[in-house]
Antibody, heavy 113, light 110 residues
Framework: QVQLVQSGAEVKRPGASVKISCKASGYSFTNFYVHWVRQAPGQGLEWMGMINPAGGSTTNAQRLQGRVTMTRDTSASTVSMYLSNLGSDDTAVYYC??????WGQGTLVTVSS | QNVVTQEPSLSVSRGGTVTLTCGLRSGSVSTDSYPAWYRQTPGQPPRTLIYNTNIRSSGVPDRFSGSILGNRAALTITGAQADDDCDYYCVLYMGGGIWMFGGGTRLTVL
């Protein structure tokens, strides 16, 4: 069955960077785009960007431009999302999601001094 | 203010029918927006209900249906059940590889 398993919770200081990984299984990794979505406490969903695992091309939300990077490792069926220069408003649960219909379990990132 | 608009809250009686909509602050939603719908209960990841306007995700009952109504995408729930009481989100393709979520609708089942 299709599964997306994300890395564990992170606590970071303001100004630091975080890397979250998402390991896919149960399907052909390069056949489906993977999106990253985050949800701040008590807030709605925010689309962050997506990656095409086949060629590695990405698109990102404009408001995160310059701070977010997405990569893929086809040998490990894993996509990763890096977010730099963290601020308190980056505290959120981060999800990976396979187009169009499977989601990871979420990764809580807490940014606190 | 969200570019993608949803009703902040709606209510429906148990067994009733409700339609949630998803629009654009300026412009119209069409099938080229590839609207998708998700529901979410507290502490859980979103669950995909509908994608590409009207395709039900695996395991989603047929009392959930998607459509375009006028210039908005719509999610219609028939025979509302107690566990439909949760948050619903739509997402639209904006072009250029960019997607945007609406602010979400809190659905209350009375």
């Amino acid at each position: 069955q299709v599964q997306l398993v994300q890395s564990g919770a992170e606590v970071k200081r303001p100004g630091a960077s975080v890397k979250i990984s998402c390991k896919a299984s149960g399907y052909s990794f390069t056949n489906f785009y993977v999106h990253w979505v985050r949800q701040a406490p008590g807030q709605g969903l925010e689309w962050m960007g997506m990656i095409n695992p086949a060629g590695g091309s990405t698109t990102n939300a404009q408001r995160l431009q310059g701070r977010v990077t997405m990569t893929r490792d086809t040998s490990a069926s894993t996509v990763s999302m890096y977010l730099s220069n963290l601020g308190s408003d980056d505290t959120a649960v981060y999800y990976c999601a396979r187009t169009p219909d499977y989601w990871g379990q979420g990764t809580l990132v807490t940014v606190s001094s | 203010q969200n570019v993608v608009t949803q009703e902040p809250s709606l209510s429906v009686s148990r067994g009733g029918t409700v339609t949630l909509t998803c629009g654009l602050r300026s412009g119209s939603v069409s099938t080229d927006s590839y609207p998708a719908w998700y529901r979410q209960t507290p502490g859980q990841p979103p669950r995909t209900l509908i994608y590409n306007t009207n395709i039900r995700s695996s395991g989603v009952p047929d009392r959930f249906s998607g459509s375009i109504l006028g210039n908005r995408a719509a999610l219609t729930i028939t025979g509302a059940q107690a566990d439909d009481d949760c948050d619903y989100y739509c997402v639209l393709y904006m072009g250029g590889g960019i997607w945007m979520f609406g602010g979400g609708t809190r659905l209350t089942v009375l």
